[in-house]
């Protein structure tokens, strides 16, 4: 595709197809290309270091690709390599190319939806223990009173196709009973993982009717049309004759059979060995 110049979007496996499949809902016209980690999924796991070096990997070939602006559709890649990428990687890569995430368009606006001014996040441990929900709620809802859930199980649950499975009601209870035991106050509930929307039904179930449960797809859809609104410059650099590629470091076969599922449509991917081109 490097002859035309599709939005990138990122995740380590398969979760962004949850918000891939949001942004075509809202920008259908563009061209988009996107790669899924899954050789080395999952990232919630690893080391800063780590995680900065697998996304950074992914970034300078999406920038080879000539996508000008690339969304790291991964909570985790958001909140342990976003920042440096942004800060120090982009003037010698490209100063002319963007790469947004996940939780900044989330943050800016999650205190909207909260009545009792108390909110619960659910992630993995990755996204938990960066703090990063914590830190970037403070500078918008500073009054906002935040708690945090760890759910190592949930995405391996999702993955496995076992989403549906009695198993899966066990650990979705677990989790969300520890997170409310910290305080029944809460009323709002992000799902801060983008695999977590194929548990929607029952995280509903165990949430309780008067929690609204958010998901990223949606916010983080509405946030890129509004940033392409208010960039007109890198929206026309932007292709939009309606393509669609998919890449994924493990298996094509496998990506595609679990891509539906999160992509709510069938996928034909393509291999790519990010390891072998850093």
């Known amino acids: 595709m490097k002859s035309g110049a599709p939005i990138g979007i990122f995740d380590s496996g398969y979760g962004g197809l949850t918000v891939m499949k949001e942004i075509l809902r809202v920008l259908p016209g563009y061209d988009y290309v996107y790669l899924g980690d899954n050789a080395r999924a999952p990232y919630g796991s690893r080391s800063f270091e780590t995680v900065y070096k697998y996304t950074l990997e992914a970034v300078r070939w999406f ?3 000539n996508c ?3 969304v790291l559709a991964c909570n985790t890649a958001s909140a ?6 942004q800060q120090h990687d982009l003037t010698t ?10 939780i900044r368009p989330t943050t800016e606006i999650i205190g909207n939806f909260s009545t009792s001014g108390k909110v619960g996040i659910v992630a993995t441990s990755g996204t938990v223990n960066s703090e990063s929900y914590l830190i970037e709620i403070e500078k918008f809802f500073p009054s906002l009173k935040v708690y945090q859930e760890a759910c190592p199980m949930w995405v391996p649950l999702v993955e496995n196709n076992e989403f549906d499975s009695p198993g899966a009601d066990y650990f979705v209870k677990k989790h969300l009973d520890a997170l409310f035991s910290k305080d029944p106050g809460i009323d709002t509930l992000l799902l801060a993982c983008t695999h977590y929307p194929l548990l929607m039904e029952k995280i509903k179930k165990f949430s309780g009717s008067n929690v609204k449960v958010l998901s990223q797809g949606e916010i983080v859809a509405a946030s890129l049309a509004d940033y392409l609104e208010r960039h007109p410059d890198m929206a026309d650099r932007c292709s939009k004759s309606n393509g669609r590629e998919f890449y994924t470091t493990d298996d094509t076969t496998d990506f595609d059979r679990h891509a539906s599922l999160f992509f709510g449509s069938a996928v034909a991917s393509k291999h790519l060995d990010l390891q072998h081109l850093a």
């Not at 342990?80 to 990428?85: D, E, G, T």
């Not at 890569?93 to 996940?102: E, P």
């Open 63 to 65: 920038f080879n690709q």
């Open 68 to 70: 000008p602006l690339v």
């Open 80 to 85: 342990k390599a976003l920042r440096s990428i």
């Open 93 to 102: 890569l490209n100063a002319d190319m963007r790469v947004l995430g996940v």
